[in-house]
Protein backbone atom coordinates (compact mmCIF):
# COMPACT_ATOMS: atom_id res chain seq x y z
CA UNK A 1 0.00 0.00 0.00
CA UNK A 2 1.30 3.24 -0.83
CA UNK A 3 1.79 6.18 1.92
CA UNK A 4 -0.73 9.08 1.50
CA UNK A 5 -0.06 11.97 -0.66
CA UNK A 6 1.99 14.40 1.55
CA UNK A 7 3.35 11.78 3.39
CA UNK A 8 7.58 11.50 4.38
CA UNK A 9 8.80 8.37 4.90
CA UNK A 10 12.35 7.48 7.01
CA UNK A 11 14.73 6.15 5.26
CA UNK A 12 17.57 6.36 7.87
CA UNK A 13 18.44 7.11 11.33
CA UNK A 14 21.18 8.71 12.46
CA UNK A 15 21.55 8.04 16.38
CA UNK A 16 22.33 11.67 18.58
CA UNK A 17 25.32 9.96 20.73
CA UNK A 18 26.49 8.43 17.42
CA UNK A 19 26.76 12.28 15.96
CA UNK A 20 28.26 13.48 19.24
CA UNK A 21 29.39 11.05 22.08
CA UNK A 22 29.25 12.92 24.58
CA UNK A 23 25.62 14.39 24.14
CA UNK A 24 23.43 12.43 26.79
CA UNK A 25 23.85 14.25 29.80
CA UNK A 26 20.59 13.37 31.60
CA UNK A 27 19.44 15.62 29.08
CA UNK A 28 19.98 15.86 24.90
CA UNK A 29 22.97 18.37 24.29
CA UNK A 30 24.18 18.29 21.00
CA UNK A 31 27.52 20.39 20.17
CA UNK A 32 27.73 21.96 16.53
CA UNK A 33 30.02 19.99 15.12
CA UNK A 34 27.70 16.76 15.37
CA UNK A 35 25.34 18.80 12.83
CA UNK A 36 28.08 19.23 10.97
CA UNK A 37 28.43 15.50 10.63
CA UNK A 38 24.66 15.47 10.38
CA UNK A 39 24.67 17.54 7.41
CA UNK A 40 27.69 15.40 5.65
CA UNK A 41 25.42 12.34 5.65
CA UNK A 42 22.52 14.08 4.47
CA UNK A 43 24.35 15.25 1.43
CA UNK A 44 26.07 12.18 0.85
CA UNK A 45 22.72 10.25 1.09
CA UNK A 46 21.09 13.09 -0.84
CA UNK A 47 18.65 12.82 2.56
CA UNK A 48 16.73 15.36 4.40
CA UNK A 49 15.54 15.70 8.41
CA UNK A 50 12.28 15.02 8.71
CA UNK A 51 12.03 14.28 12.23
CA UNK A 52 14.06 13.39 15.65
CA UNK A 53 12.66 11.08 18.05
CA UNK A 54 13.77 11.27 21.97
CA UNK A 55 12.28 10.04 24.98
CA UNK A 56 10.15 10.74 28.27
CA UNK A 57 11.01 8.71 31.78
CA UNK A 58 7.21 8.70 32.24
CA UNK A 59 4.20 8.60 30.33
CA UNK A 60 3.68 12.09 29.25
CA UNK A 61 4.59 12.60 25.57
CA UNK A 62 4.02 15.96 25.78
CA UNK A 63 6.94 18.65 25.20
CA UNK A 64 8.45 20.30 27.85
CA UNK A 65 9.32 24.02 28.00
CA UNK A 66 12.74 22.86 26.64
CA UNK A 67 11.75 20.95 24.06
CA UNK A 68 9.61 23.67 22.64
CA UNK A 69 12.62 26.02 23.23
CA UNK A 70 15.16 24.47 21.21
CA UNK A 71 13.85 22.31 18.11
CA UNK A 72 16.84 20.06 17.04
CA UNK A 73 16.17 21.17 13.54
CA UNK A 74 14.31 24.23 13.93
CA UNK A 75 13.02 24.15 9.58
CA UNK A 76 9.66 24.77 9.27
CA UNK A 77 7.42 21.19 8.92
CA UNK A 78 10.27 19.93 10.92
CA UNK A 79 8.81 17.02 13.66
CA UNK A 80 9.21 15.87 16.68
CA UNK A 81 7.92 12.69 18.21
CA UNK A 82 8.25 11.86 21.87
CA UNK A 83 7.97 8.27 22.78
CA UNK A 84 6.93 7.81 26.08
CA UNK A 85 8.86 5.55 29.16
CA UNK A 86 12.17 5.52 27.66
CA UNK A 87 10.94 3.43 25.10
CA UNK A 88 10.84 0.50 27.24
CA UNK A 89 7.58 -0.96 26.29
CA UNK A 90 6.21 -1.72 23.25
CA UNK A 91 4.88 1.59 21.52
CA UNK A 92 2.30 1.88 19.17
CA UNK A 93 1.40 5.14 17.07
CA UNK A 94 -1.64 6.64 19.76
CA UNK A 95 1.43 6.41 22.22
CA UNK A 96 3.34 9.03 20.52
CA UNK A 97 3.82 12.51 20.78
CA UNK A 98 4.10 14.19 17.18
CA UNK A 99 4.94 17.87 17.29
CA UNK A 100 5.94 19.70 14.18
CA UNK A 101 7.26 23.12 13.99
CA UNK A 102 6.16 26.55 12.72
CA UNK A 103 8.75 28.60 13.35
CA UNK A 104 9.12 31.34 15.39
CA UNK A 105 8.36 29.07 18.44
CA UNK A 106 5.59 27.90 17.07
CA UNK A 107 4.50 24.19 17.50
CA UNK A 108 1.54 22.19 16.66
CA UNK A 109 1.14 18.82 18.28
CA UNK A 110 -1.02 15.54 18.23
CA UNK A 111 -1.86 12.42 20.77
CA UNK A 112 -3.86 9.70 20.80
CA UNK A 113 -5.78 9.23 17.61
CA UNK A 114 -4.88 12.18 16.40
CA UNK A 115 -1.01 11.55 16.52
CA UNK A 116 -1.82 7.72 15.25
CA UNK A 117 -3.67 9.32 11.68
CA UNK A 118 -0.12 11.37 11.26
CA UNK A 119 2.05 8.29 12.12
CA UNK A 120 2.43 5.02 10.68
CA UNK A 121 5.44 2.59 12.29
CA UNK A 122 6.41 -0.78 10.45
CA UNK A 123 9.24 -2.69 10.59
CA UNK A 124 12.23 -2.38 7.87
CA UNK A 125 12.76 -5.25 5.63
ZN1 LIG B 1 11.27 16.07 25.86
Redesign the pocket.
Known amino acids: MAPPSGSRTVAHVEYFDDLDPACLRGHIEIEGHAFSKLWDICEARQLTVIADV?T?SGSSVQ??Y??RDNPMVARVEHVAL?VPHLATRRVKPRHVGVHQYFGNGEWASWFGRNAARRLSIRRWA
Open positions: HHQSIDI
